[in-house]
């Protein structure tokens, strides 16, 4: 789950953590702000430029957005087909995540996880007067972020699963053994980190004291 980083000698992958972060929530506020098709086709252009700046296999990250669109498409068209209607709707907004979701996921691929817990750390221990762990939040955050990838690839094994016993089109049989296969990884991880004898107040703790 950690190991998504991939190296290149690029300018994108030298660029400081809390910069990447920052340039992927000002084109999020700008994808949400635009109208119509054209905040998505922006963020098409960023990815696709970031995609080529950072030497990344395009194969590789396309790859990476094929279970989330297909997720996408699921939900907003369910959603359409409740409401009768508004499939161009529902169009722009699979197009406008789908390009979000590039713009995470090139993020994910050329930023360590110690950077990123690094600069969550530092922004959570501005709220460590109120009684905020900063260390917990940091990691957190940073599990959050690189299971995005990591659920593309479960839906793709379930989806696999299901046609092979020929019940594609159903859509319990995708969300209930996805969401047993999630609750199994976080069980996986919490006993990892048991195991591994983490503390997170104790390392904000020590953090703290070093500096």
């Known amino acids: 789950m950690l190991g998504l980083y991939l190296h290149r000698e690029s300018a994108i992958h030298r660029l400081p953590a809390g910069a990447k972060l920052g340039g992927l929530l000002l084109v999020t506020i700008l994808v949400l702000a635009l109208p119509g098709a054209w905040g998505a086709l922006a963020a098409g252009a960023v990815?696709?430029?970031?995609?080529v700046a950072a030497k990344l296999p395009v194969r590789r990250v396309l790859k990476e957005l094929r279970a989330p669109v297909v997720m996408l498409t699921l939900l907003f068209g369910f959603?359409?087909?409740?409401?009768g209607g508004g499939w161009e709707e529902t169009?722009?907004?699979?197009?406008?995540?789908?390009?979000?979701?590039?713009?995470?996921?090139?993020?994910?691929l050329t930023t360590r996880v110690m950077d990123m817990v690094e600069l969550f750390e530092?922004?959570?221990?501005l709220l460590r007067p109120v009684g905020v762990n900063p260390a917990k939040m940091a990691l957190m955050l940073a599990l959050a972020i690189r299971?995005?990838?990591?659920?593309?690839?479960?839906?793709?094994?379930?989806r696999m699963a299901q046609r092979a016993r020929g019940v594609e089109r159903n859509i319990a049989a995708l969300f209930v053994p996805l969401l047993v296969k999630i609750l199994t990884m976080a069980d996986d991880l919490t006993a990892a980190l048991e195991a591994r004898g983490y503390d997170p107040a104790e390392t904000g703790t020590r953090n703290t004291s070093q500096r």
């Open 47 to 51: 990815g696709a430029a970031v995609l």
């Open 79 to 83: 959603q359409a087909l409740l409401a």
């Open 91 to 108: 169009a722009v907004a699979v197009a406008r995540f789908a390009a979000l979701i590039l713009l995470a996921t090139l993020v994910t």
């Open 122 to 125: 530092r922004l959570f221990g």
């Open 147 to 158: 299971f995005i990838p990591l659920l593309g690839e479960q839906v793709r094994e379930v």
